[in-house]
């Protein structure tokens, strides 16, 4: 695995003034702690820390030169601003060589699957990094994940993993890594599905309007005799009943 080089400084006071000062000269505020020694504060070049991070990411070994010496370390964390996410710390870990360490490595996934290619399925990629223990100089830079084979309801698991030699998977054997799932279908709503259906009838309308005129009201209050029609109501356009001849 390749080693990288990085200069750092240390530094004396841990204040909010002292570390406002610093990183308005340009660096960041750092840590470096394990290999049974005592930690050190340390200060960084932000610029050229950043460069070295997106061109190596976090597990690339780093040969940290400090007041004349040297010594392999790897980032455990680095802390950025809420808002801006500009890096402003970063922790080292002290390594030895011949002992193995324990670090997260991306998963990357590889080729084209035809449950979704083909079957028009869905990839859900769960597990994006795996943890793995192996010695400092087996530290693999990603993990591919080749997906060529996997149809609709088929998934690979970190059991199926291909690990390169001397390093070992600590997540959960069973713990799914990508997933093809079924393309989801439209829910229909009760209501329109009804509406679509042959012979549906139309809902039932209720009115509210103003009350009826007066002869409409006199006509609807008339009562019809017991076993006959009811009366004519009453009204302009009601005919005269024909006068009795004497």
């Known amino acids: 695995m390749q080693t990288i080089e990085l200069t750092a400084a240390k530094r004396g006071e841990n204040t909010k003034g002292a570390l406002r000062q610093l990183r308005l000269a340009g660096q960041i505020p750092a840590v470096v702690y394990g ?5 050190q504060r340390l200060a960084l070049d932000l610029k050229n820390f950043v460069r070295l991070l997106k061109g190596h990411g976090t597990n690339v070994l780093m040969n940290l030169k400090l007041d004349g010496g040297a010594e392999v370390v790897l ?7 809420v808002l801006s996410h500009d890096v402003i710390h970063v ?5 030895s060589m011949t002992e193995k360490i324990e670090v997260n490595v991306p998963l990357v996934l590889s080729g084209d699957a035809p449950g979704v290619k083909v079957g028009g399925g869905i990839m859900e990629h769960i597990l994006r990094n795996l943890r ?13 994940v080749n997906v060529t084979a996997l149809q609709i309801n088929q998934g690979i698991k970190v059991k199926d ?3 390169p030699s001397g390093v070992e998977g600590l997540n959960d ?23 679509a259906a042959p012979g549906a009838t139309e809902p039932e309308v209720i009115a509210k309007g103003k009350k009826p005129e007066e002869g409409e009201e006199a006509a609807a209050g008339a009562k ?8 004519p109501a009453a009204g ?7 006068a009795a001849k004497k």
């Open 224 to 231: 019809a005799p017991a076993g006959g029609k009811a009366a």
């Open 161 to 163: 993993l291909v690990l």
């Open 91 to 95: 922790d080292f870990q002290r390594i």
């Open 236 to 242: 302009k356009d009601a005919k005269a009943a024909p």
């Open 132 to 144: 793995v223990r192996c010695l400092p100089t087996d530290i693999p830079d990603s993990i591919a």
């Open 35 to 39: 290999g049974q020694k005592d930690p």
């Open 75 to 81: 980032v455990k964390d680095v802390q950025r601003d």
């Open 173 to 195: 054997k069973d713990s799914l890594v990508v997933n093809i799932v079924a393309p989801a279908e439209e829910e229909t709503t009760t209501a329109t599905a009804a509406a």
